[in-house]
């Protein structure tokens, strides 16, 4: 039972910042919301994780709604090599990260 | 710094043949996992050890076995494996113990089964 909805693909350009949504209005109030990306066919990386204060690191930015219902990813400043399935995930029913379809990414130059 | 290791990266097996993949890691980890992940698919849970000594199936078990040798090794069994099986397995581990679920992949072993 996916609790996270994600748009199947997008494009973005190169230099631009690229907002990716997530709609998570089934998740608990204590469960994180966490981001990976997948550049293809190597294995996933994380990216950054949430509860409910929007959150920074040297690869993104991570804003969530005070409802706790969706948030956003953005990438400030989009690269090619950021071109990747992007996966905003929480915890199945076994306790365990699902991973979905995910948003394709393509950044165009 | 390796992380995690997965070997072989490309194998091709003949239906009913069997083969063992294995994943080690070098960050202490006490969680590890094995995902498989089909074409143009997210990836899904096969198998998880939350610690040294046990396992516990996860979304996709059937047609599978694990073994935790010890806490840096956890390898995945196919005994007689089937077309449906080809895919991309991804190994992963995490410090677990904690509520951040920050997982780390190996860069995965492509599998044909013809």
């Known amino acids: 039972d996916a609790k996270t909805t994600q748009p199947p693909s997008m494009d973005c350009a190169e230099g631009r910042a690229a907002n990716l949504p997530c709609n998570h209005s089934t998740i608990s109030g204590n469960e994180y919301v966490y981001w990976y990306r997948q550049i293809h066919s190597q294995g996933p990386q994380y990216i950054i994780h949430?509860?409910?204060n929007n959150e920074t690191n040297e690869m993104a930015s991570l804003i969530i709604t005070e409802d706790r219902k969706s948030s956003t990813l953005i990438l400030p400043h989009a690269t090619l090599r950021d071109t990747a399935v992007y996966y905003c995930?929480?915890?199945?029913?076994?306790?365990?990260?699902?991973f979905g379809a995910g948003t394709q990414v393509v950044v165009t130059p | 710094n390796a992380g995690v290791t997965q070997t072989p990266k490309f194998q091709v097996l003949k239906t009913g043949q069997s083969m063992t993949l294995q994943c080690a890691q070098d960050m202490n980890h006490n969680s590890m996992y094995w995902y498989r992940q089909d074409p143009g698919m997210g990836l899904r849970l096969i198998y998880y050890s939350a610690s040294e000594g046990t396992t516990d199936k996860g979304e996709v078990p059937n047609g599978y076995n694990v073994s935790r040798l010890n806490k840096r090794e956890f390898s995945l069994r196919l005994e007689s494996a089937a077309p449906s099986q080809t895919s991309v397995y991804f190994c992963?581990?995490?410090?677990?113990?904690?509520?951040?679920?920050?997982?780390?992949f190996g860069s995965g072993t492509q599998l044909s089964v013809l």
């Open positions: 949430g509860l409910k």
């Open positions: 995930i929480a915890r199945d029913s076994w306790g365990k990260l699902q």
């Open positions: 992963a581990s995490s410090a677990s113990g904690t509520t951040i679920e920050k997982l780390f």
